[in-house]
């Protein structure tokens, strides 16, 4: 049995290149759009338009997409030359093709770009004048100029443009008039002290020389300057805001710092700057006294985070359409880039900032647009919105609907198609152009969705009796159905499942919900959020706060995600006085991956005061050697990179701190801490240049980076002299830290999940968690990992999932992956790969499966269980067909990937069942809410609210039995005896008791129909499969439904017929109720309390003895007896409701076209059983 078979999961990573040595790249040019004849990036015209930075003679040149694809991966006919530059012409493009949009960036010889050059800048000129009266303190300052007068001058001139330093006037000169003047109140300037030609008016001091600003020589400003934590910020640098941004003074390390001869005038403003903080801004208050003091927090500077993606949206000809970017940042954004189809839009043209509009639309302005905003900190690139512009006379949808295939009853069997399959059709799930709000809206007010907008009812002969079937005729646009997506899930130890009671949970810093007694959560999702960042915090403290990125169903619906968290280490204590080391990662058997270096007197307290004392310190470590912690995994191991786009990252150990003082009150802060990290204990020596120590930020779940690593040769305890990376950090307000180094070999692995194990493609199931764990492999024995890499988790669709793994070009076995797949908690079971593979159900052409090495978790031990399956990923070899068409994609080709064939390779996960069968006479599918059509028939009357009912049913026989509900029309004039849908379960047996099984059985709930104007009770008849007597009916039940009028007639004992309650009957009743926001959501959970027999426990077990509503006996019947459904394949032409009420049974021979129905049948249930005992 393979050891690494527990659950896993991690990190791993994706960057873009290093310069080294003595040449440097330059940023990416993109001055032409592949319109006409191709996309041409000419170094020349590059050279014209963008001279400072690029040198004059390139030695290299590279070329992407506007999406990140290398021109060599694009599969397109590309030209590059360092002298020319790139072109690429659409005629010689294959099948017709045009040239993707391209961008290039050149190597240079470091230091000749100008753009980063010093030479930009001038010389410093000459000190001006002290502005100081005699024996008084004052400034003085000096310019400098920036040879470059492009629009991003900024950066290519880094630095300030003037700076000052404080001077002392010259001596006084003894006589009686200086002697008695007095200096206590500053006086206004009068015209006569001015410059000539200034018109500065200073309502306090005076004019400086140059008619800058106001000068009031004897007031004196004392400030001191703190971060966030309360620390001091040393060398923090204050400056005078304004046109110049002149540098008075920088702070000492106490953050404390004194400028003379500012004027406290209400007008007179500071810009205080620190590295890695945001600049804070103080304005002097207005004071007569000779000095004045000032406080300024700052707090760290962030990247920007899009809050709010621009959404996609559908528009006709000459209408006008918004798009919208929520960016939070510290400090805000100070520039916006709007592109479409990767080219930049003129802001001069369009008059953009986080808004982008565009009026009178037409073809050309279809696409995907897509935002970027920046500021100090860094960039951000939003996800692209598509904009659809149809023609004013083109209809806004397909009217014809889209085939599409339901399964029948089992005794419906089809002699025309020869099939149990029925074409009902249904319309494309896309957005269309209906009535137009204001134009200004970020997000439409009303969406509009493409839906049926006819249904044809048709009928379909079974056996003996008549189906009614509603067929999607026509298609038109409509309004969307409003749905909700909610993320469940439960939050329990990594160790030994403990919950986590009464936890909280926060998002973007705030607090939304707690975790209940069993760990368990739910939280919908607002409408606005495109990445789900969620913070689990212990209130007692026992696991480490934990933040995930938890993926969700964008369409609607509900997930379910198993949160596991680590225990936090016990605390050590420790003197503060001396310089203190711990190690991360150090067990019996293993050499600690890093250590932790605390320097003597590093500890101070949130005020910014410095801490004497004992510390209690808890470091607790998520080492990657170890496979039990994969699961806990913090957040998604991505970041932005500074052209923000998000990139991956892959771990070396991720730690978290906790500092306390001596009783356990108050947590501590702790600055310039060296991490250690041994170089040995990183095996691919090409991530050692590579690694850099990361911050988690809670809020926006990316990783930030907090700093580099050198190599020092050093003895570390009693080791022999080793190389470590030497990296420095500060504990400040954020406490998870990783260690992480690039990876970018990367594709994509095409996952489907299915519903049984029939495998079709009408069987696929959305929603279903499927996770991937890459492992990082042993030197030349691929298929035994030694750590565990990167995670990632998906959300399938209706067409399955593709989930990105590491691969590798030239060593097709240097990565492994682990795949396993989850729905509402439950594995599901991967395809079998013993005793003999099945390339056709594993769904992979033989000869690529062989390079893959596909093995379900339990090939070698059979004990084992059957939900997950291990692969090598290689990557698709080019021009081999076999390979080119799934499962594995290049990293490129997600699109390919997204919109996959179904006959293209694909591995498989299915849930396993017993066997069950729904029909809706109005085809729905649960997966996707959007699919519900408004019909009086349907059988969940409201897309927004989804009540599943349940009754359990006993059964006593030495046999598995199939029960039947027939729900149709009750009480409601639409659709009184009129056919909702039937529901077949087979029974459980109990585990416990011979010859006992029982049934829970779905039935349709009375309620409101979809107009929500009258109550409907829905008729509901309960008919066991075998020669069955009803032996007894729960005695609460029975009172119900005689107190609640009209009783249905139960004449037929072989059968149970009810008005089904209105009430939310529980198991005293044997009636099993849920109302949710997600049809499977609502069965899952009911359908688990009926196995339970309860109203407040699930359970996969069935419990026969408690929670009954109804017992029938089943015993063995004579030879000459036949069962309900016998007589309805042996009486042509009679009713089956007729018949049941007057109780007889049904007699004749059987017709041969409907006997196929249930040969095909009971001959398709023996397979899968075949195929479940191989």
Known sequence: MDSNWAPILLLFGMVCGLSQGHWEWTSWFNIDHPGGSGDYERLDAIQRYYQERICPKPVDVEARTIHGIPATLAG??????????????????????????????????????????????????????????????????????????????????????EEGRMCTGPACATTPSTASRSLDVPVKSSRAEQPAGCE?????????????????????????????DGAAASKATVQLWGASDTVLTVCDQEGKFRVPGLCPDGKTALKIKKAHYGAAIVTLSVTDSKMSTIEVKIKRSEKPYIRTQPVSKVRREGQAVTFCCKVLCNPPPDKYFWYHNGSLLNVKTHGYDSTLVLRQLQPQHAGQYMCRARNTAGSVKSQPATLTVIALAAPSCNPTPESHLIRLPYDCYQNLTQSLYYNVGKCPAVMCAGEQGPDSRCKDTTSYCCGAVRLELRTISCTNYMLPIKVVSSCGCQKCIETKTIVRGRAIAADDGEPMRFGQIFMSGRKISMT?????????????????????????????????????????????????????????????????TITLGATESQSPIAELEIPPNSFYRQNGDIYRGLVKVSVTFLDPRDISLALAAQSDLNFVNDEGDVCSLRTYGMFSLDFMDEAAMESLNAGQVKVFLDSAQVKMPEHLEKMKLWSLNPETGFWEEEGDFTFIRSHRGKREERTFLVGNMEIRERRLFNLDVPESRRCYVKVRTFRGDR??????????????????????????????????????????????????????????????????????????????MNSNAIGVQQSYLNKLQYRRSDHEDANVKKTAFKINVVKPTPNIPDEMNGPIYPYEN????????????????????????????????????????????????????????????????????????????????????????????????????????????????????????????????????AGCHRESVNNMLREYLVNHLPLAVNNDTSEFTMLAPLDPLGHNYGIYTVTDQDPRTAKEIALGRCFDGSSDSVSRVMKTNVGVALTFDCQERQVNQQSVFQSLQSSPGQSVVNSMRAGQGWRGRAQRDNLLGLRLFNRLRKQRRAQRRQ
């Open 200 to 228: 500065l008016s200073c309502a306090m001091g005076r004019v400086n020389a140059d008619c800058s600003r106001c000068m009031c020589e004897e007031h004196v400003l004392y400030g001191s300057v703190r971060l966030q």
């Open 894 to 1025: 997600l699109k390919e990937c997204d919109e996959a064939s179904f006959s293209a390779g694909h591995f498989r996960f299915y849930r396993v069942e017993g066997d069950s069968y729904d029909y809706n006479t109005v085809a729905f599918n649960e997966d996707h809410p959007l699919s519900w059509t408004e019909d009086y028939l349907a059988w969940w009357p409201r897309p927004l609210e989804f009540r599943a009912c349940y009754i359990k049913v006993k059964l006593s026989g030495p046999q598995e039995i199939t029960v039947r509900s027939r729900n149709m029309g009750g009480t409601h004039p639409h659709t009184v005896g009129k056919i909702y849908g039937i529901r077949d379960v087979r029974s459980t047996r109990d585990r416990d008791q011979l010859g006992v099984s029982a049934v829970c059985l779905e039935f349709k709930c009375s309620g409101m129909l979809y107009d929500q104007e009258r109550i409907d009770r829905t008729l509901v008849k309960i008919i066991p499969q």
């Open 759 to 836: 495998l079709m493609s009408g069987d696929q199931m959305a929603g279903v968690v499927v996770s991937l764990i890459n492992m990082e492999p042993m030197p030349g024995f691929s298929s035994n990992p030694r750590a565990w890499g990167r995670f990632d988790s998906v959300i399938t669709g209706a067409n399955g999932a593709c989930l990105p793994a590491f691969c590798d070009d030239q060593q097709r076995g240097a990565y492994s992956a682990y795949v396993m797949a989850t729905l509402g908690g439950e594995e599901l079971e991967a395809v079998a790969s013993s005793p003999k």
């Open 76 to 161: 397109e006919v590309v030209h590059l030359s360092p002298r020319l530059g790139f072109w690429c012409l659409n005629k010689e493009q294959h099948s017709g093709k045009h040239c993707s949009n391209y961008a290039v960036r050149f190597r240079c010889p470091k230091g000749s770009i100008s753009a980063v050059a010093p030479s930009s800048w001038s010389q410093w000129a000459d000190w001006g004048a002290c502005s100081a009266a005699c024996e008084q303190t004052g400034v003085q300052t000096r310019r400098r100029t920036c040879s470059t007068h492009t629009q991003n001058w900024e950066q290519q001139c880094p630095g300030p443009v």
């Open 516 to 580: 209940g007694y069993k760990g368990t959560f739910s939280i919908q999702v607002p409408t606005d959020i495109d990445r789900l960042v969620l913070t689990f915090v212990d209130r007692y403290q026992k696991f480490v706060n934990t933040t995930k990125v938890l993926p969700f169903n964008k369409k609607g619906g509900s997930v379910f995600h198993e949160i596991k968290l680590v225990r936090k280490k016990p605390a050590v204590t420790l003197d503060c006085t001396v310089r203190n």
